[in-house]
């Protein structure tokens, strides 16, 4: 939008602002000088002088009384009242839209002027017509200068809003997967088992079949009470790195709680399941850990198919009676749940 063709018509102009320096009103020569060339016209409350996107003619300079200029784009209305003018690019100018609606606000006396009639002034009385034009283009200058440091105000606001959005929504990301993670481990926790469990009828199997692996450490309660709750939680960390490195891709490596651990797989058959097993045996029971003073420790695994209608607690507790099987024979062994 050009303001030049309102004088005063963006925002208050605020501190040092060129525009807060002019006063609103024109000097009594120039008005006098101005209203001589127009022609007088008495106007009532709500009488619509010019509306947006009309074809300009002519400026009005205001007697008595006040008018309202009203924008669309989300600047406020300016009321003008005795002394000031509107509309003038009509005279600068010639015929071009104008940018604002402009409608009596009170009755009053304002003089039209054409650009004919400017015309007249400008070669009867250069220096009050270059007077006017001087004011009338450091409005523009100053009032464009406003405009665009407000519309960079309202950028750097929108920035910086998009910017705590984007904040936002990444303390969220993160916060969701804390509430899934378990602390200690790092890995899934129940909240995130379950999630993963939601998901997974969404992605195919491509053949292979789903089974679940309940890994439980053997006697940690000694452990504990042995080399002391730190070095206990050395051993969970140890364990959970393994069954992390046990998990491809679409697996899902979780922490139960405790000692407990389970890991989602997706083998070919019961061959594939026994060798990921004992693959996990191993490599537990070859862990030396300083904390524990290199001494060995192990676990016990009970493996289950995920039949299909079963759902997760029927394949827990599946799991979890061959889990105590493989307790039974004295732990570091894996059993398969009928
Ligand atoms: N260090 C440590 N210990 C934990 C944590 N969570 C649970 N525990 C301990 O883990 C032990 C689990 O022991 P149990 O499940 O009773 O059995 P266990 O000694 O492993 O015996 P089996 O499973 O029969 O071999 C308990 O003593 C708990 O206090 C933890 O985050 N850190």
């Known amino acids: 939008m050009n303001h030049a063709d309102f004088p005063g018509t963006v925002a208050p102009p605020s501190g040092d602002d060129a525009q807060a320096r002019l006063p609103s009103q024109l000097d009594p020569d120039t008005f006098r000088v101005l209203a001589g060339a127009g022609v007088s016209r008495a ?39 005795p002394g000031q003018y509107f509309g003038e690019l009509a005279v600068f100018l010639g ?81 969701q997967q804390l509430v899934r993670t378990d602390d200690l481990t790092g890995l899934a926790n129940r909240r995130g088992l379950y999630r993963y469990l939601d998901e997974l009828g969404r992605q195919p199997l491509a053949g292979l079949r789903l089974a679940l692996l309940l890994v439980d450490i053997d006697h940690f309660k000694a452990i504990n009470d042995r080399s002391g709750h730190l070095a206990g939680d050395s051993a969970l960390r140890a364990v959970a790195d393994e069954v992390r490195r046990l ?12 000692d407990e651990f389970a890991l989602v797989l997706r083998v070919a058959d019961e061959g594939a399941l026994a060798n990921r097993a004992l693959g996990l045996l191993a490599a537990v029971r070859s862990l030396r850990l300083p904390s524990l003073r290199g001494t060995r420790f192990s676990v016990s695994i009970g493996g289950a198919f995920c039949a299909d209608p079963g759902g997760w607690s029927a394949w827990y507790s599946q799991a979890d009676a061959a889990l105590y099987e493989a307790k039974r024979l004295g732990g570091d062994h894996w059993r398969l749940g009928a």
Request: one cysteine or more.
């Open 43 to 81: 106007v009532l409350p709500g009488e619509e002088l010019f509306r947006r996107g009309e074809a300009a003619q002519s400026m009005f300079l205001i007697d008595t009384g006040e008018v309202r200029l009203g924008f669309d784009d989300g600047l406020a209305d300016k009321l003008l009242g």
């Open 95 to 175: 015929r071009h839209q104008r940018f604002a609606r402009a409608v009596a606000e009170t009755p009053g006396v304002l003089y039209e002027v054409t650009q004919d009639a400017f015309q007249a002034v400008l070669e009867r009385e250069p220096a009050v017509a270059a007077r006017f034009m001087q004011r009338s283009f450091a409005y523009l200058v100053a009032g464009e200068h406003q405009l665009i440091q407000s519309l960079k105000r309202r950028n750097e606001d929108l920035l910086q809003t998009l910017d705590t959005l984007r904040q936002t929504r990444s303390e969220l990301t993160v916060a």
């Open 247 to 258: 998990a491809g891709p679409l697996e899902l490596p979780c922490r139960l709680g405790g």
